[in-house]
């Protein structure tokens, strides 16, 4: 374990619990955004205070926040929910140290799960084609939708990424190229969208602002504000009820239109270095999980293409009695 940090520590031994105002106070002050805060503070309320109790900060040992861990299994569903709760203690705790007072451990020292990744859902072309067919083209927030779902599809960008582009200076719709930010590299690269000019043009015609941001939101055309992934979220949820009525069942969200891009290059026979490259995947091993998962959905077909051929005679079969 680490040198635990000598900080200078209170008057009086706080208990574990009653950092929670102040923890919440600091997280307001980092600007996180609301939802990650009420997740933190979700967790500390029903996993972490339940499982620890409420004793005095110095007092707590390392080896009692396995409990943590443990109760977080026996209550909570799934490895990924786990983690987040560990990320928050790690947090909590961080905060514990380096802002009231000194503790027996480190928080560095709090292991974090392994993430187990799923085997990524994805569109076909077919489906995207259909959910781009129950967009109003006339309305400007089916609009704004569509080029949004669009760009992230056709240059396998980050929902977050989108959201960044300004529409005077990373924007060459006559030969189809748009800067787009990684946020992951902390660069910029010009990337080849052939067919987005279309659905961009008849966007930048409705604008009637002066706002650089490439999305807006607002419910009217003159009270704008540059659009986030909220605004993206709640016109998703709405508009996947009348996908549904459609007859469309499948989960839509923004992140799935990048995957869809990254598993159709390879449905394509694009190569991993090409694909890894499109994508900006860090590490090779992302890329790799993708032609895994379409390597398991061919061996199905294969096996199941093989089953049908094989026809065992039966002999003389007895009937079923009457």
Request: charged share 30%; proline share 3%; with cysteine.
């Amino acid at each position: 374990m680490r040198e635990t940090n000598k900080l200078v520590a209170w008057n009086h031994m706080e208990k574990i619990q009653e950092y929670y105002n102040d923890f919440h106070f600091n997280m307001e002050n980092e600007g996180l955004a609301a939802k990650t805060i009420d997740r933190h503070l979700y967790h500390l309320k029903k996993v972490i205070f339940p499982a620890i109790g409420n004793i005095e900060a110095r007092k707590l040992t390392f080896e009692e926040t396995a409990l943590v861990r443990r109760y977080a299994r026996e209550r909570l569903s799934g490895n990924t929910t786990e983690r987040r709760v560990i990320l928050t203690l790690r947090k909590y705790f961080a905060f514990i140290q380096k802002h009231r007072e000194a503790m027996n451990f480190d928080w560095r020292d709090i292991a974090i799960p392994k993430s187990t990744r799923q085997d990524p859902s994805s569109l076909t072309l077919e489906e995207i084609n259909l959910i781009f067919q129950q967009l109003d083209l006339n309305n400007f927030h089916d609009l704004r939708l569509r080029l949004y779902l669009e760009m992230l599809f056709r240059g396998g960008l980050r929902p977050s990424e989108a959201l960044m582009i300004d529409r005077f200076t990373d924007l060459n719709l006559r030969d189809e190229l748009v800067l787009i930010p990684d946020i992951k590299k902390g660069n910029k690269r010009w990337v080849k969208m052939p067919g987005i000019k279309p659905v961009a043009e008849a966007y930048l015609r409705m604008r009637e602002d002066q706002l650089r941001q490439l999305f807006i939101g607002g419910k009217h055309l003159h009270l704008v504000k540059p659009l986030d992934l909220e605004g993206v979220r709640g016109q998703l949820r709405r508009f996947r009820k009348k996908l549904r009525r459609a007859g469309f069942h499948k989960d839509v969200y923004p992140y799935i239109f990048r995957k869809s891009f990254c598993t159709e290059q390879i449905r394509n026979g694009i190569d991993i270095k090409s694909v890894q490259h499109t994508m900006r995947h860090t590490n090779p091993a992302t890329t790799l999980m993708y032609y895994s998962v379409l390597e398991k959905e061919q061996a199905e077909r294969e096996k199941n293409n093989f089953l049908s051929k094989v026809n065992f005679s039966l002999g003389e079969l007895a009937q079923p009695t009457q």
